[in-house]
């Protein structure tokens, strides 16, 4: 299945805007009345169409008192959900009390309340006499385990309609992303109100991508962490960042593919950008496990292109149909564009131009201290170290190379040292022996691995003492800016070059090839820098 529009997916106009009609549903888990009374009214400034209180949360409860509060109190529609430890909530005493709760919702003014499938029937069978014309009923099954075949979330969702629901709820686990494709699948195809959502991190796009499909509803949390599920968003972020009203069924879909993807910067940054133009167009994080699988389940035009990061860099190369002449030549990409006329993947590489023009720079501050005449890259000549072997690594490789250097290779592998090295004319080593090497001083470093990102921020790929035989040390780790590798650096005297200088540059060709339109710079600079 693709990211193709739904059928299903209606927009409403809303000051001349047009906007989505899934709701965006914040869950309320205090603990206390008074506290869950504070964050319906914080849901309510925050955007929330509606709110979930958790009525299994609470350590003290008055039925009557509390509820007829909490519905007074809402400024937005409520939806009650007394959650029972067999279906993964917190509430363990008498069943029958549980469902008289419910029913109490109902007549003090509830406008949602959620039951679980194995109950349903029965419970509502008991409130069909008495059901306000306005009042509906969610009836929910949640598999915290897996997401079942298509044919079974269909023969799903027959039954939780032929239980008397007013709305679906599906909720199941990721254990690939492609998981989340069946989900998407079921909500085009429903005929009755349906929420679809897929839980854990490789479910998050389901969250995020609902409206595209005609989703009833989506969960956005007041707090990050404080989830009523795993893998929800914060309205914050669904509203601000991923411009959620916005998403409908002709919205394109990008992203970055990766593992790990989920501290990247790049779905704000386009996200921010998309929405200045006017671009229908989202940009999701896609945490990838088999890049082939995930390629061939997501295969519409709707899904427009793809940034690609570690581990994925050789392994899409692979995939493309077409490639530039310099991805062909690294044998990675960093980029794919699916093309809209045939909907072929075209690969491109510009980690090798974007981080070599961030190095060059590097070293023209440094030349011009002492040689202002220099002519030509300052790298030639140079003796220049690449720590990894892997895409990026044979992008630095491939560049500094065509820019005159001396290229050495340094891998925790040695076989994947020496076969780059063998591939671009150049030496090889291990992680262990560039600690010692030190055949000349002056010269340049460059790290290309994952070592001393985010959250293992006090790695590093080379001891400090080693680091004084380099005049400059790059780092394409960009989170954190400053690195470990970089601050031990520049403490040894040598120059270096954040890896958020290749990050910025490469946004600028990113951009241009999701878009077709000219990069803004001084924005995505400004967004990425902080300044």
């Known amino acids: 299945m693709g990211f193709g529009p739904a ?98 919702a109902m007549k003090l003014g509830a406008d949602y309340i959620d039951v679980e499938l194995q109950v349903a029937q029965e419970f509502i069978d008991s409130i069909r006499q008495e059901k306000p014309n306005n ?21 799903l969702v027959a039954e939780i309609q032929a239980s008397g629901a007013d709305i679906v709820k599906i909720a199941t686990t990721a254990l690939d992303i492609t998981d989340v494709a069946r989900v998407f699948q079921v909500l085009v195809y429903s005929q009755v109100p349906i929420i679809g959502l897929v839980m854990k991190d490789r479910g998050f796009i389901s969250r995020v991508l609902c409206p595209k499909f005609g989703g009833y509803l989506t969960f956005g949390t007041l707090e990050e962490g404080i989830v009523s599920a795993p893998g929800q968003p914060t309205i914050k972020d669904l509203l601000n960042l991923y411009n ?54 997501y295969s519409s035009v709707d899904t427009g292109g793809f940034s690609v990061t570690t581990p994925y860099k050789e392994a899409l190369f692979e995939y493309c149909d077409e490639v530039d002449p310099v991805a062909k030549a690294i044998g990675a990409v960093n980029y794919v564009v699916r093309r809209q006329t045939d909907g072929k993947l075209c690969g491109y590489n510009t980690d090798c131009f974007c981080a070599i023009s961030a190095i060059e720079d590097g070293v023209l501050g440094l030349c011009s201290r002492n040689d202002s005449s220099k002519v030509g890259s300052g790298l030639a000549g140079k003796l220049f170290v690449v720590i990894g072997a892997g ?11 065509e ?28 992680l262990t022996d560039l600690e010692n090497f030190h055949p000349e001083d002056g010269m340049i470093l460059a790290n ?18 080693a680091l004084k035989n380099y005049s400059l040390v790059f780092d394409a780790v960009y989170t954190p800016k400053m ?47 902080g300044n």
């Open 7 to 104: 059928s299903s997916g209606l927009g409403i106009r809303v000051e001349g805007i047009t906007r989505n009609s899934t709701l965006v549903c914040v869950p309320i888990m205090a603990e206390s009345i008074d506290k869950m009374i504070i964050d319906v009214m914080k849901a309510g400034e925050n955007g929330a169409d509606i709110v979930e209180i958790r009525l299994d949360a609470l350590k003290i409860f008055n039925p009557h008192e509390d509820l007829k509060t909490l519905i007074k109190e809402s400024p937005v529609p409520t939806l009650f959900t007394y959650r029972p430890k067999w279906e993964g909530g917190q509430y363990d005493g008498d069943e029958s009390q549980r469902r008289d709760v419910l029913r109490l």
């Open 135 to 155: 009042f509906k009923v969610i009836v929910s099954s949640h598999n915290y385990k897996k997401t079942p075949s298509l044919e079974d979330l269909g023969s």
């Open 244 to 297: 959620f009203r916005q998403i409908g069924p002709d919205t394109k879909v990008f992203g970055i593919v990766g593992n790990p993807v989920g501290d990247s910067k790049l779905p704000a940054l386009f996200n921010e950008l998309f929405k200045l133009i006017g671009f229908n167009a989202v940009y999701v994080p896609f945490l990838v496990d088999d890049p082939s699988k995930f390629l061939d389940t």
């Open 391 to 401: 895409g990026a690594g044979k992008a630095l490789a491939y560049g500094a190379k």
């Open 403 to 430: 820019k005159g250097a001396r290229v050495v290779i340094a891998d925790r592998t040695y076989d994947r040292a020496r076969e780059l090295a063998d591939r671009i004319g150049g030496q090889a080593l291990s």
């Open 448 to 465: 290309t691995t994952p070592i001393g990102m985010q959250p293992k921020v006090n790695e590093t790929p080379i001891s400090k003492h």
């Open 483 to 529: 690195t470990r590798l970089l601050r031990e650096a520049e403490e040894s005297g040598a120059a270096i070059v954040p890896g958020l200088e290749m990050f910025i540059r490469q946004a600028y060709a990113q951009y241009e090839g999701f878009t077709g339109l000219p990069a803004p710079k001084e924005r995505i600079r400004k967004n990425l820098a």
